[in-house]
């Protein structure tokens, strides 16, 4: 690898080294004052037999967790891209006697080495704090008729097994953007963007019903069709994977045992996650392969890119009217006006795609 090259990128990577390290540090230790919180509580408040303690607590850090490292993600690649396309800067990398593949694997693997290093930090702490409160943990599982059950769902590869999912969304959701960054000449263009196209799917499936549900063509709360739309809408969401839980009674006991909670699928959670990032990565690396010095003043830098921003804003765009405005209006009075709604709100999104796709193409 190029010394230069490497020196620039952990020149712009250090800081967002230290601040994922100390998110991670910050966590570790929310994580054990819930525990420890929770260790004095038992005392005035008595004590839940039949619930996971750790598990639990975890899980409602779960979701700080996903926040925190999706606002360093996105903070990640601007600083990963910013001097890149920044005009100057810009044209005097591109000047390096560097292959444009050497540029898109330091960048990628410096980012992938800064989440993954504050993942690892962030596993080794839970797993201390896990084993630390373990003994007063085992006690409280003494009274309960499924402790050993219980102990086993506390322990460390369970809880690996969640953060892991956390990490594997988060890494989805980078590559996603680090993709996106490639079709942007503009950085902050290219992530608003992201974000977007991110929570896009899951919007124009929900609102699409809806729609439906407006003109009588479904029923969104007896419409078997709705019910199994909507179930399969999750996973187009993979922010989502960690709250889906499926309750399973498989503990073989009778007189009426507690049902454990669990992430549903979570094997295919992992995959669906793994062949998302590899498919950003290689959607990314053919981006950047295929990329020209003369396309660098266009807003959005492939003519596919180009079509597919102007068919997602024109489709979002009088999907976003028709919830907006659909819980307004009576359909039996207004169909025909309300159509006409949807069909502007969609041509308006048509003319401010197609006029931002096509700025700097000759």
């Given at each position: 690898m190029n010394k230069s090259i490497v020196k620039h990128e952990l020149r712009s990577m250090k800081w967002m080294m230290l601040a994922s390290i100390v998110a991670s540090l910050s966590l570790i230790m929310i994580f054990a004052n819930t525990l420890d919180r929770e260790y004095v509580r038992m005392f005035s408040?008595?004590?839940?037999?039949?619930?996971?303690?750790?598990?639990?607590?975890?899980?409602?850090?779960?979701?700080?967790?996903?926040?925190i490292f999706t606002g360093i993600s996105l903070i990640q690649v601007f600083m990963q891209f910013k001097s890149e396309k920044s005009q100057e800067t810009g044209r005097f990398l591109k000047s390096l006697p560097v292959k444009r593949e050497e540029f898109f694997k330091i960048k990628l693997i410096s980012g992938l080495i800064n989440l993954?290093?504050?993942?690892?930090?962030?596993?080794?702490?839970?797993?201390?704090?896990?084993?630390?409160?373990?003994?007063?943990?085992?006690?409280?599982?003494?009274?309960?008729?499924?402790?050993?059950?219980?102990?086993?769902?506390?322990?460390?590869?369970?809880?690996?097994k969640e953060l892991g999912l956390i990490y594997l969304i988060v890494l989805s959701f980078y590559t996603f953007l680090f993709m996106i960054q490639y079709t942007f000449?503009?950085?902050v263009g290219g992530l608003v963007t992201g974000v977007l196209v991110w929570l896009a799917p899951i919007f124009i499936v929900i609102s699409s019903i809806f729609t439906l549900s407006r003109f009588g063509f479904i029923d969104i709360y007896s419409s078997?069709?709705?019910?199994?739309?909507?179930?399969?809408?999750?996973?187009?969401?993979?922010?989502?994977?960690?709250?889906?839980?499926?309750?399973?009674?498989?503990?073989?006991?009778?007189?009426?045992?507690?049902?454990?909670?669990?992430?549903?699928?979570?094997?295919?959670?992992?995959?669906i996650s793994i062949v998302l990032i590899g498919v950003n990565t290689i959607i990314a690396y053919k981006f950047n392969k295929n990329s020209k010095?003369?396309?660098?003043?266009k807003i959005i830098t492939f003519k596919a890119a180009q079509n597919i921003f102007k068919i997602g804003v024109t489709v979002c765009?009088?999907?976003?009217?028709?919830?907006?405005?659909?819980?307004?209006?009576?359909m039996d009075n207004y169909n025909i006006l309300y159509i006409a709604l949807i069909f502007s709100g969609a041509f308006i999104g048509y003319l401010v795609s197609r006029k931002i796709s096509t700025v700097g193409s000759i």
């Open positions: 408040a008595g004590i839940y037999a039949n619930n996971p303690v750790i598990l639990n607590a975890f899980r409602d850090l779960a979701e700080f967790t996903l926040v993954s290093i504050a993942f690892i930090v962030l596993a080794i702490g839970f797993a201390v704090v896990r084993n630390n409160n373990m003994f007063w943990i085992k006690d409280i599982y003494k009274i309960s008729y499924i402790s050993e059950i219980l102990i086993n769902l506390e322990s460390i590869s369970i809880l690996l000449s503009n950085v078997s069709l709705a019910n199994t739309i909507d179930n399969l809408s999750s996973w187009l969401l993979p922010w989502s994977y960690i709250f889906d839980f499926d309750y399973v009674d498989n503990l073989n006991i009778e007189n009426s045992a507690p049902m454990i909670r669990t992430i549903a699928d979570l094997n295919i959670k992992y995959i010095v003369e396309d660098e003043n765009s009088g999907l976003l009217v028709s919830v907006g405005i659909g819980n307004s209006m009576i």
